[in-house]
């Protein structure tokens, strides 16, 4: 399972935080989070049922239940007290409110199953399988959820999210069976611009580059804007049964942000002045370490 948290990087520097939790009820969590969080909000963690979980966000989204029960409550309870993937997928569905859409990619490390639950207001799908993958990239796989519930375009490779998606497909495709923690490493930090046809770090490339993308291209997100994809991290079966991760920090490659260079360049974005801080390329650690800090609580 691969990953890599696309955001604004004045806001996203909070991120940079693995949570080890041991709740006196229900089963231990490892996360990404912001924190305080009461869920992972970036969404990549690991659990004591032995599930392990990302999701994307779907994109050009519509729809809300102000009555329904919010994201936060549902991820952290499913994450806390699911035994399984359909019991996660049960606790997400149930009084889902709308807000914050995401297709959530699953794993059981005990079954060596994989899911994917699609999870709009007034649609869901949950698919599983045992040999395959499942890939994201903020489009809807889901017809319904897609034409009814969302405003995206699904085959626009001018749009970076079909972009990504048509990228992961080649990838998967060409080292499908081969595929290792080494590879998934390598893949998140993919340039690879499939509507350019060429190496060039963009909005539309896997590991993301907003501010190097001058937005040129119709469906751009806009010129130069600081961000996209500020870390990255990748397990796999063996180290989620000993709690571990590989994490990296400032990019999923080694480009990283230098902060007073981008404003120097782009003086649009000085009123970011104190809040865009460096993000330097950090590189693939194991976590937690040695130092973690472990949080009991309910």
């Known amino acids: 399972m691969a990953h890599n948290s696309w955001i604004g990087y004045a806001e996203g520097r909070f991120c940079n935080i693995i949570i080890d939790i041991v709740p006196e009820e229900g089963h231990r969590m490892l996360m990404q989070s912001w924190g305080p969080c009461l869920y992972s909000a970036t969404d990549f963690f690991i659990t004591g049922a032995g599930l392990v ?31 399984d993937i359909d019991e996660w997928a049960e606790i997400m569905i149930e009084n889902n409110n709308g807000a914050y859409a995401n297709s959530w990619l699953l794993g059981d490390i005990r079954t060596g199953e994989i899911a994917r639950l699609e999870l709009g207001l007034r649609h869901h799908s ?45 990838l998967i495709k060409e080292h499908y069976g081969e595929i290792d923690v080494g590879l998934a490493k390598r893949m998140l930090a993919d340039h690879y611009d499939m509507y350019l046809q060429k190496e060039q770090p963009s909005s539309r490339t896997i590991c993301g580059h907003y501010e190097l993308d001058d937005g040129s291209v119709p469906q751009s997100p806009g010129a130069y804007k600081p961000a996209g994809a500020l870390d990255g991290k990748v397990v796999d079966s063996n180290m989620a049964k000993d709690w571990k991760l590989w994490a990296r920090w400032g990019s999923s490659c080694d480009i990283g942000f230098d902060a007073e260079e981008f404003l120097e360049r782009h003086p649009q974005y000085e009123w970011l002045k104190g809040h865009l801080k460096e993000l330097p390329a950090e590189a693939w650690t194991i976590f937690p370490s040695g130092s973690a800090v472990r949080l009991r609580g309910r």
């Open 53 to 83: 979980g990302e999701e994307t966000t779907i994109g050009s989204f519509e729809g809300f239940e102000a009555k329904g029960v919010p994201v936060f409550v549902r991820a952290r309870k499913a994450m806390q007290y699911a035994d």
């Open 126 to 170: 949950l698919e599983k399988k045992k040999n395959g993958y499942f890939t994201g990239s903020n489009v809807a796989e889901d017809i319904k959820i897609l034409r009814n519930e969302t405003k995206a375009s699904y085959d626009d490779i001018r749009d970076r999210r079909v972009a990504r998606r048509v990228r992961w497909g080649q």
